[in-house]
């Protein structure tokens, strides 16, 4: 009974606290309390808590844990009175509570799950009636008696990442955080990563942007996202890329590259330089398939020195392992292995050498009737041409009638623009250098020439050897030089004149490739295209159109070689940042914002009818290309019939279309896609800028049409 009641007394005090009872004074002379006899509970208690405290741990100091000091002592009460009952417990508020009770702080389990630089505001004091005064220290925490837990050391890492850049405390890892979240993404091939790692060519850093002197500009608060970002790069867990939305926020504030040559400037050096440096044209090689091409300018760059004699030798046995040993300098060009097993040129191949007087970007284009579309886009970016024909015996006539692509090549590059064309008779030692077989080519090939729009004057013919090498370079056969005393293929390229460039209109650069990665000289995303007209330099900010995206040029290559601008002619690989590869596609025209191409669906044309094998009427579906872009399209309207030499109106509102007609007509796109673009393309008019207002169409595999663009309709 008696125990049950000091149980039942410590759980109501314990419940009910009360404020400590002053001590009356007492004298020196007042006779300690007589000892009690202590029950069974209270001693298991007390040798429990004696085991507990032995030894004694060092208590920490209440200021250390944030406590407020301890009261002072209080007198030890006086004696209880006799009369009283030692079955019965002590009230609450009785003077028989020792001053030295117990007192009692956090558990062990509180402090696990409490971070250790947090306390209790205050210890809960538990005062257990007792004639036997008795005395506990504080149990030390965790972080005291073992040290700091790994959970403790992250948290003390994150101090100053979380309160942003002013936060007190800002140790090396949180310093590391930052300066990883705020530095700019550089993933390689990566579209909205790219940034060069250097200054681009040409261009002036970026100035930081400053707040003026005594405002109140303050860093903006890291949100939930960029806060855990910050922590996982502090942590070496984060990739360091940036969400889409992040980045295309990041360029938009971020100030472009200052331009750092006016446009007179530019002009005044490249007037300088064209009376110091070579001056360079865009050549296409053209001609039916198994003519030569690719074997005729891998010859050409051998004899110059654009290719070793180690490389040739590799070729010729590799060529020769599979079968194919006299496609040895054809394989300069030819690197796909589809291309080699099959002997065709597929794609369009690129490369650049240097004559005495000038300098060439060699297109060597395919010649089968089935990639005649990647003819057209090597095409589009020629100055001049060489076609190549087959001068062996029925050869030529292969290729030129019954359905040979010579005739639609020749027609294709003039609709194109080219207007200076060199006619290479190839495989004359085939047939022993005949001049009778030269004579019979040139009389057939040059009416068609001038028919189709070529000007005498700028048709040249010369008979050649791609397998000998014979009149490339030089003149060794005698058989040749008996009825033939012309220059050479190399002294005729020398011979060009150059065309005038357009420099002083506004900048455009259709598309012809887009690609990630890394060049001899930059890397990131990079275009390919020509300069058909203007001036670019690094810094410019340009827009790709169809679309309402802008990148800025970072770095520009032309002819292997890192540059600080390229003007009109030059075939130039453009590295830009601030755009999405997703953003552009072959047929893209960049441009300035300021000065946009407009993007339309419908335009009227002036077209030159070849021979469709049915007659165009209204509604004649076509494939309408227009530089290196294709898409469907549909002839809506036949307004008139033109005369083909003064250009005037004959007939209106035809109902069709005959054979080596001249018609102007109306074209609208189809709402088909190219590219994940809409029926719409960007287009001039033929009188705003020449290169921009040139249309091909073809239908079922052939060329039925080409024209120039006359007005662009909404």
Known sequence: MAANR?????????????????????????????????????????SSRAAKAAPPAPSPAPSELGLAPPPPPVAAPPPPDSSASADEPMAIDSPAFSSTSLVAGPSSFANALTPSHRAFLAPVAHR?????????????????????????????????TALGAGARGENRLAKQARKAASAPSSQPGSAKNSRPSTTA??????KKAVPPAGSSFKPATAGPVSQ????????GLGDGSSSREEERMKVDEEPAPAIIMSKEKILKEVKAK??????VLSLVVIGHVDAGKSTLMGRVLHELGETTDREVASNQRQSEKIGKGSFAYAWTFDAMDEERERGVTIDVAIDTFSTQRKRFTLIDAPGHRDFVPNMISGAAQADVAILVVDGASGAFEKGFEG??????????????????????????????WSEVRYKNIFDQLFPFLTDIGFMPHKITFVPVSASTGENLTKQTNELLRAWYDGPTLVEELDSLPVPTRALDVALRIPVSNVFKGQSATASGLAVTGRVESGIVQVGEKLAALPGDESGIVRALEVNGELVPYATAGANATIFLSGIEANQLSVGSVLCPRSQPVPVVSTFTAQVLVF???????AGYAVELFHHSRDIPASIVALEAMLDKTTGKVTKTSPR???????????????????????GAIPIEPFSVNKAMGRVLFRRNGETVAAGIVLETLQ
């Open 6 to 46: 000091a149980a039942k007394a410590a759980a109501a005090a314990a419940s009910t606290p009360s404020p400590a009872p002053t001590a009356p004074a007492t004298s020196p002379q007042a006779a300690p309390p007589p000892e009690k006899k202590l029950s069974k509970l209270q001693q298991k208690m007390l």
């Open 128 to 160: 257990i009636a007792s004639t036997v005064p008795l005395s506990v220290a504080v149990e030390p925490t965790m972080a005291a008696r073992f040290g700091p837990s790994p959970d403790d050391k992250v948290l003390e890492a994150r101090k100053g």
């Open 201 to 206: 060519p040409g261009a002036a850093k970026p």
């Open 228 to 235: 855990l970002r910050t922590d996982m790069e502090a942590m």
């Open 274 to 279: 064209a009376a110091t440096e070579k001056p």
């Open 403 to 432: 359905g040979g692509q010579t005739r639609e090549h020749a027609l294709l590059v003039r609709s194109l623009g080219v207007q200076q064309i060199i006619v290479a008779v190839n495989k004359l030692d085939a047939v022993r």
């Open 611 to 617: 021979e469709p094998k049915h007659p165009i009427t």
């Open 656 to 678: 069709m279309l005959p054979k080596n007609s001249s018609a102007r007509i109306r074209v609208q796109l189809r709402n088909a896609t190219t590219g994940g673009r809409s």
